[in-house]
Protein backbone atom coordinates (compact mmCIF):
# COMPACT_ATOMS: atom_id res chain seq x y z
CA UNK A 1 0.00 0.00 0.00
CA UNK A 2 1.59 3.10 -1.27
CA UNK A 3 1.08 6.54 1.33
CA UNK A 4 0.09 8.76 -1.49
CA UNK A 5 -2.80 5.82 -2.15
CA UNK A 6 -4.18 5.73 1.83
CA UNK A 7 -3.86 9.50 1.22
CA UNK A 8 -6.25 9.28 -1.53
CA UNK A 9 -8.50 7.30 0.50
CA UNK A 10 -8.75 9.47 3.03
CA UNK A 11 -9.42 12.59 0.45
CA UNK A 12 -11.83 10.93 -0.61
CA UNK A 13 -13.32 10.06 2.70
CA UNK A 14 -13.43 13.54 4.07
CA UNK A 15 -15.08 14.55 0.59
CA UNK A 16 -18.03 12.41 1.71
CA UNK A 17 -18.40 13.87 5.09
CA UNK A 18 -18.67 17.50 3.95
CA UNK A 19 -21.86 17.64 3.07
CA UNK A 20 -23.36 15.10 5.84
CA UNK A 21 -22.36 13.07 8.92
CA UNK A 22 -21.64 9.44 8.04
CA UNK A 23 -21.17 6.01 10.07
CA UNK A 24 -18.11 4.08 9.97
CA UNK A 25 -19.92 1.25 8.05
CA UNK A 26 -21.16 4.11 5.23
CA UNK A 27 -17.47 5.23 4.93
CA UNK A 28 -16.25 1.91 4.48
CA UNK A 29 -18.63 1.02 1.67
CA UNK A 30 -17.72 3.96 0.06
CA UNK A 31 -14.03 3.84 -0.14
CA UNK A 32 -14.70 0.29 -1.12
CA UNK A 33 -17.09 1.58 -3.92
CA UNK A 34 -14.31 3.25 -5.25
CA UNK A 35 -11.95 0.33 -5.05
CA UNK A 36 -9.52 1.25 -2.14
CA UNK A 37 -7.72 -1.87 -0.65
CA UNK A 38 -8.95 -3.12 2.51
CA UNK A 39 -5.74 -1.26 4.30
CA UNK A 40 -6.32 2.24 2.51
CA UNK A 41 -10.17 1.61 4.39
CA UNK A 42 -8.61 0.66 7.81
CA UNK A 43 -5.84 3.83 7.18
CA UNK A 44 -8.42 6.44 6.44
CA UNK A 45 -11.52 4.85 9.03
CA UNK A 46 -8.82 5.41 11.71
CA UNK A 47 -7.66 8.60 10.88
CA UNK A 48 -11.66 9.88 10.67
CA UNK A 49 -11.70 8.29 14.13
CA UNK A 50 -8.93 9.36 15.80
CA UNK A 51 -10.12 13.18 14.59
CA UNK A 52 -13.58 12.43 15.65
CA UNK A 53 -14.80 13.08 12.08
CA UNK A 54 -16.18 9.85 12.47
CA UNK A 55 -18.47 8.84 15.29
CA UNK A 56 -21.20 6.38 15.33
CA UNK A 57 -22.41 7.19 18.64
CA UNK A 58 -23.13 10.97 18.02
CA UNK A 59 -24.35 9.78 14.37
CA UNK A 60 -26.74 8.05 15.90
CA UNK A 61 -27.84 10.53 18.73
CA UNK A 62 -28.13 13.26 15.54
CA UNK A 63 -29.76 10.86 13.11
CA UNK A 64 -32.77 9.49 15.37
CA UNK A 65 -33.24 13.08 16.68
CA UNK A 66 -33.48 14.38 12.79
CA UNK A 67 -35.98 11.22 12.30
CA UNK A 68 -38.17 12.08 14.98
CA UNK A 69 -38.39 15.58 13.98
CA UNK A 70 -39.79 14.63 11.46
CA UNK A 71 -42.54 12.22 12.50
CA UNK A 72 -40.48 8.81 12.67
CA UNK A 73 -41.43 6.83 15.32
CA UNK A 74 -39.02 4.22 17.83
CA UNK A 75 -38.79 1.45 15.34
CA UNK A 76 -38.40 3.25 12.11
CA UNK A 77 -35.54 5.23 13.85
CA UNK A 78 -33.65 2.10 14.78
CA UNK A 79 -34.81 0.63 11.52
CA UNK A 80 -32.62 3.76 9.74
CA UNK A 81 -30.03 3.65 12.42
CA UNK A 82 -29.41 0.16 11.77
CA UNK A 83 -28.98 0.66 8.11
CA UNK A 84 -26.50 2.85 9.03
CA UNK A 85 -24.05 0.36 9.97
CA UNK A 86 -24.83 1.50 13.90
CA UNK A 87 -25.05 -0.85 16.29
CA UNK A 88 -28.27 -2.15 18.39
CA UNK A 89 -26.97 -0.55 21.87
CA UNK A 90 -25.95 3.10 20.04
CA UNK A 91 -29.42 2.61 18.52
CA UNK A 92 -31.17 2.14 22.14
CA UNK A 93 -28.99 4.94 23.73
CA UNK A 94 -30.15 7.43 20.55
CA UNK A 95 -33.58 6.27 20.55
CA UNK A 96 -33.19 6.82 24.70
CA UNK A 97 -32.83 10.77 24.29
CA UNK A 98 -35.46 11.47 22.24
CA UNK A 99 -39.37 13.10 23.18
CA UNK A 100 -41.45 9.68 24.16
CA UNK A 101 -42.92 8.32 21.05
CA UNK A 102 -46.57 8.73 22.92
CA UNK A 103 -45.68 12.35 22.95
CA UNK A 104 -44.90 12.66 19.82
CA UNK A 105 -47.58 10.19 18.00
CA UNK A 106 -50.09 12.47 19.95
CA UNK A 107 -48.55 15.31 18.22
CA UNK A 108 -49.43 14.31 14.94
CA UNK A 109 -53.02 12.94 15.91
CA UNK A 110 -53.70 16.55 17.05
CA UNK A 111 -52.25 17.68 13.76
CA UNK A 112 -53.97 14.90 11.31
CA UNK A 113 -56.89 13.62 13.13
CA UNK A 114 -57.81 11.32 14.91
CA UNK A 115 -59.38 8.78 12.21
CA UNK A 116 -58.20 5.24 10.81
CA UNK A 117 -55.99 7.24 7.70
CA UNK A 118 -53.66 8.54 11.00
CA UNK A 119 -53.70 5.13 11.98
CA UNK A 120 -52.42 3.78 9.08
CA UNK A 121 -49.97 6.94 8.69
CA UNK A 122 -48.70 6.39 11.64
CA UNK A 123 -47.58 2.13 11.65
CA UNK A 124 -46.12 3.13 8.44
CA UNK A 125 -44.13 5.78 9.93
CA UNK A 126 -42.55 3.16 12.99
CA UNK A 127 -45.20 3.48 16.06
CA UNK A 128 -45.74 0.86 17.93
CA UNK A 129 -49.09 -0.61 18.18
CA UNK A 130 -50.17 0.45 21.63
CA UNK A 131 -48.39 4.00 21.08
CA UNK A 132 -50.91 4.06 17.77
CA UNK A 133 -54.03 3.00 20.33
CA UNK A 134 -53.47 5.40 22.80
CA UNK A 135 -52.61 7.97 20.98
CA UNK A 136 -55.67 8.24 18.66
CA UNK A 137 -57.94 6.93 20.92
CA UNK A 138 -57.33 10.32 23.08
CA UNK A 139 -57.87 12.40 19.50
CA UNK A 140 -60.51 10.96 19.26
CA UNK A 141 -61.94 11.72 23.05
CA UNK A 142 -61.00 15.09 23.15
CA UNK A 143 -57.57 14.57 25.32
CA UNK A 144 -55.57 16.31 22.46
CA UNK A 145 -57.05 19.86 23.57
Known sequence: MSGEAADEA???????????DRTQLEIDRHLRARGYSDAECARALAALRRTGLVDDERFARSRAASLASRGAGDALVRARLAEAGVTKEDADEAVATLESEAIRARRIVGTRGASAKTMRYLYRKGFSEDVVSGAVAD???GGLG
Do not use: I, K, M, S
Open 10 to 20: LDFALRALEHR
Open 139 to 141: GAD
